[in-house]
């Protein structure tokens, strides 16, 4: 596989993926990460502690992405860094004491990273490490005199945080098979059951996580940081097989999408799940934070291997096309904090002196590497294609290896070519992601077609030939969405592609324009000699705009889109086209100048589609506060 790993992304993601890579991950300053634990910076309350493990877990899966040497020279490097500081009872923390705010969220950042390193490795003293790190935190969290997990933590986060420890326990017992992590981890999650410190009731994760539960009414609304604590339930469940962990989250994220996943595939307003699919249209306050789009993106990863569902296949395509791609600056040195769907976009600050990074520059690459682990899945009669992007992927079934490579201009274009390189030899059946909104899919192996339903995996099971070709057309179609919470906001979707309008492409100007859809017909009246649009009602409307594909090299996709201008009843009825472009490109310059819209009402007052001076309000900044690097993280 040239000098790549099991999979070789090529085409649009690959790019980023690439840039992520080289200008941003693997480009990084890591000392400043060890020296939080070295110095024990976060021993005032700060979270300095986070930094090393989210980069280290990115940039381990950089190097499995891509693995050259001066990348594994860098992770050796970072982890004696780490391990340099870990005391003799086998603490690793950036706080002094125990249980300062961000204590145990850094231990769990760190231990992840160790885990990560074992992965690539084997290292049984990394492995050492790791298992006495652990061991040191379940002496200080059990037994007489000993303080529960729930016990700790921010309390305006009712300790959820500190609970999220739950994951890497859980993994630390799959590669140990010690018993003492999975009875800490269970115990872990019974403790949500009872009052706590910050929760007189209890968490309640899972008893509160049923089908139409409200996410924002659950625990603290702190989406981050509640994703990850369901994320652990997830892996126990992976490990112990009982059920109610599965639906426990199965629910929750469902939930979530139903309630707070907005359009561009992510949610949130000022780090807190709001309700936000009803509310998507107005200007949000510090809107989809990136980290809780890196965690929803790891959780719907997670669901997806463990239930095989297409929809959680489908949710990551729309955030990795939009709310991911978008929150990332094009070269891939730096990420957006929050990412809106009208107003400017901002690039993050640094959050604390020295450490040259927040939480957000370190957890996008974290979701944008984890593409190459579900773009191919497998299944247990077969394997799932979920990723339709150029280049070579390779995947076992049964332990024999299967190898295809794509060619194809997804998503801007519509058609996708399988050559299929290495087969088992054996029969399996071979999965192919059909979008829910491809409804006029045609598949074809030779002279043998398929029309697979939308929204499901065209499943076809056979002993695989070498060199079998197989070719899939979605025929893409633009159209309109009207939003969740007002049938008079819409927006344009390309595919899984939302489209934007950017400022530098939309003169504002005080008139009002209707979108246009292919129902609407001009009627000719010969009494005075014009040609008028009667007004339609909401039942006529069609979901197909007119518009005309464009040529823009800044762009995936740009149409020019059809309005009319309707001053008076039935006189002066004219068109107007205006540009829309796939959401990830508009904005990408993040200045005031590329303000972005993505929803607008029919008819939209055209002096006013940019949200003017939005910056304060998507940075989450007081407007008299002009010191961008004071912002404390909740």
């Given at each position: 596989?040239?000098?790549?790993?099991?999979?070789?992304?090529?085409?649009?993601?690959?790019?980023?993926?690439?840039?992520?890579?080289?200008?941003?991950?693997?480009?990084?300053?890591?000392?400043?990460?060890?020296?939080?634990?070295?110095?024990?910076?976060?021993?005032?309350?700060?979270?300095?502690?986070?930094?090393?493990?989210?980069?280290?877990?990115?940039?381990?899966?950089?190097?499995?992405?891509?693995?050259?040497?001066?990348?594994?020279?860098?992770?050796?490097?970072?982890?004696?860094?780490?391990?340099?500081a870990q005391e003799e009872d086998g603490r690793i923390s950036a706080s002094k004491e125990d249980?300062?705010?961000?204590?145990?969220?850094?231990?769990?950042?760190?231990?992840?990273?160790?885990?990560a390193y074992y992965d690539l490795t084997r290292s049984g003293r990394v492995l050492e490490a790791?298992?006495?790190?652990?061991?040191?935190?379940?002496?200080?969290?059990?037994?007489?005199?000993?303080?529960?997990?729930?016990?700790?933590?921010?309390?305006?986060?009712?300790?959820?945080?500190?609970?999220?420890?739950?994951?890497?326990?859980?993994?630390?017992?799959?590669?140990?098979?010690?018993?003492?992590?999975?009875?800490?981890?269970?115990?872990?999650?019974?403790?949500?059951?009872?009052?706590?410190?910050?929760?007189?009731?209890?968490?309640?994760?899972?008893?509160?996580?049923?089908?139409?539960?409200?996410?924002?009414?659950?625990?603290?609304?702190?989406?981050?940081?509640?994703?990850?604590?369901?994320?652990?339930?997830?892996?126990?469940?992976?490990?112990?097989?009982?059920?109610?962990?599965?639906?426990?989250?199965?629910?929750?994220?469902?939930?979530?999408?139903?309630?707070?996943?907005?359009?561009?595939?992510?949610?949130?307003?000022?780090?807190?799940?709001?309700?936000?699919?009803?509310?998507?249209?107005?200007?949000?306050?510090?809107?989809?934070?990136?980290?809780?789009?890196?965690?929803?993106?790891?959780?719907?990863?997670?669901?997806?291997?463990?239930?095989?569902?297409?929809?959680?296949?489908?949710?990551?395509?729309?955030?990795?096309?939009?709310?991911?791609?978008?929150?990332?600056?094009?070269?891939?040195?730096?990420?957006?904090?929050?990412?809106?769907?009208?107003?400017?976009?901002?690039?993050?600050?640094?959050?604390?002196?020295?450490?040259?990074?927040?939480?957000?520059?370190?957890?996008?690459?974290?979701?944008?590497?984890?593409?190459?682990?579900?773009?191919?899945?497998?299944?247990?009669?077969?394997?799932?294609?979920?990723?339709?992007?150029?280049?070579?992927?390779?995947?076992?079934?049964?332990?024999?290896?299967?190898?295809?490579?794509?060619?194809?201009?997804?998503?801007?274009?519509?058609?996708?070519?399988?050559?299929?390189?290495?087969?088992?030899?054996?029969?399996?059946?071979?999965?192919?992601?059909?979008?829910?909104?491809?409804?006029?899919?045609?598949?074809?192996?030779?002279?043998?077609?398929?029309?697979?339903?939308?929204?499901?995996?065209?499943?076809?099971?056979?002993?695989?030939?070498?060199?079998?070709?197989?070719?899939?057309?979605?025929?893409?179609?633009?159209?309109?969405?009207?939003?969740?919470?007002?049938?008079?906001?819409?927006?344009?979707?390309?595919?899984?592609?939302?489209?934007?309008?950017?400022?530098?492409?939309?003169?504002?100007?005080?008139?009002?324009?209707?979108?246009?859809?292919?129902?609407?017909?001009?009627?000719?009246?010969?009494?005075?000699?014009?040609?008028?649009?009667?007004?339609?009602?909401?039942?006529?409307?069609?979901?197909?705009?007119?518009?005309?594909?464009?040529?823009?090299?800044?762009?995936?996709?740009?149409?020019?889109?059809?309005?009319?201008?309707?001053?008076?009843?039935?006189?002066?009825?004219?068109?107007?086209?205006?540009?829309?472009?796939?959401?990830?490109?508009?904005?990408?310059?993040?200045?005031?100048?590329?303000?972005?819209?993505?929803?607008?009402?029919?008819?939209?007052?055209?002096?006013?589609?940019?949200?003017?001076?939005?910056?304060?309000?998507?940075?989450?900044?007081?407007?008299?506060?002009?010191?961008?690097?004071?912002?404390?993280?909740?």
């Amino acid at each position: 596989m040239d000098e790549y790993g099991k999979i070789r992304i090529e085409g649009y993601i690959g790019r980023l993926i690439e840039n992520c890579i080289g200008n941003g991950v693997m480009a990084t300053d890591y000392q400043p990460f060890i020296k939080a634990f070295q110095e024990k910076l976060d021993s005032e309350g700060l979270f300095c502690g986070e930094f090393w493990g989210k980069w280290f877990t990115s940039a381990a899966m950089a190097y499995e992405y891509n693995p050259r040497p001066e990348y594994l020279k860098k992770l050796e490097d970072a982890v004696e860094g780490l391990l340099a500081a870990q005391e003799e009872d086998g603490r690793i923390s950036a706080s002094k004491e125990d249980f300062t705010p961000w204590d145990i969220w850094g231990r769990k950042y760190a231990l992840l990273g160790l885990l990560a390193y074992y992965d690539l490795t084997r290292s049984g003293r990394v492995l050492e490490a790791a298992k006495r790190m652990a061991d040191q935190l379940i002496s200080k969290t059990t037994g007489d005199g000993g303080r529960r997990i729930s016990d700790t933590g921010l309390e305006a986060l009712r300790g959820l945080s500190s609970c999220s420890v739950l994951q890497p326990f859980v993994l630390l017992y799959e590669r140990t098979e010690k018993e003492r992590y999975l009875s800490y981890a269970e115990n872990l999650v019974a403790s949500w059951s009872l009052p706590s410190a910050y929760s007189p009731e209890g968490l309640r994760l899972l008893e509160q996580a049923v089908p139409g539960c409200i996410p924002a009414e659950i625990a603290a609304p702190k989406g981050y940081e509640i994703m990850s604590c369901y994320a652990g339930v997830l892996d126990l469940y992976r490990v112990t097989g009982k059920k109610q962990y599965l639906d426990a989250v199965t629910a929750y994220m469902e939930a979530v999408v139903e309630r707070e996943i907005m359009i561009t595939g992510s949610g949130s307003s000022g780090e807190l799940w709001c309700e936000g699919r009803l509310r998507q249209t107005q200007v949000l306050e510090s809107p989809m934070e990136t980290c809780v789009t890196a965690t929803y993106m790891m959780l719907c990863r997670k669901l997806l291997e463990v239930t095989h569902d297409v929809k959680w296949a489908e949710r990551l395509e729309v955030s990795l096309f939009n709310a991911l791609a978008g929150a990332m600056k094009p070269d891939g040195s730096w990420w957006a904090y929050f990412s809106p769907l009208q107003g400017r976009r901002v690039l993050s600050q640094v959050q604390i002196e020295g450490m040259n990074t927040s939480c957000c520059v370190a957890n996008g690459p974290r979701a944008l590497l984890e593409v190459p682990k579900w773009s191919v899945t497998s299944l247990p009669d077969g394997i799932a294609v979920n990723l339709y992007q150029e280049g070579r992927y390779r995947t076992e079934f049964n332990g024999l290896p299967f190898v295809f490579r794509q060619e194809t201009d997804y998503p801007s274009g519509s058609t996708v070519r399988l050559y299929l390189e290495q087969v088992p030899g054996e029969e399996m059946t071979l999965s192919l992601r059909i979008p829910a909104w491809a409804e006029h899919t045609e598949v074809r192996i030779g002279s043998e077609m398929f029309y697979p339903a939308a929204g499901t995996y065209c499943e076809m099971r056979g002993r695989w030939r070498k060199y079998t070709e197989i070719q899939i057309d979605f025929h893409t179609e633009l159209r309109i969405v009207t939003a969740p919470g007002s049938t008079n906001e819409k927006a344009l979707m390309w595919g899984s592609l939302v489209l934007a309008m950017d400022r530098r492409d939309v003169e504002e100007a005080p008139k009002s324009l209707w979108l246009m859809n292919d129902a609407m017909k001009p009627i000719h009246d010969k009494q005075m000699d014009l040609d008028y649009y009667p007004v339609q009602s909401i039942a006529q409307e069609s979901a197909r705009p007119i518009a005309e594909r464009v040529e823009n090299k800044d762009a995936l996709v740009a149409f020019r889109v059809k309005f009319l201008r309707r001053p008076i009843h039935f006189f002066h009825h004219e068109t107007e086209e205006l540009l829309f472009r796939d959401y990830a490109s508009c904005g990408n310059d993040f200045t005031e100048e590329s303000a972005i819209r993505t929803w607008f009402s029919v008819p939209m007052y055209c002096n006013e589609i940019f949200p003017k001076d939005s910056e304060h309000v998507i940075r989450g900044t007081v407007e008299e506060d002009s010191s961008l690097d004071k912002k404390d993280k909740l």
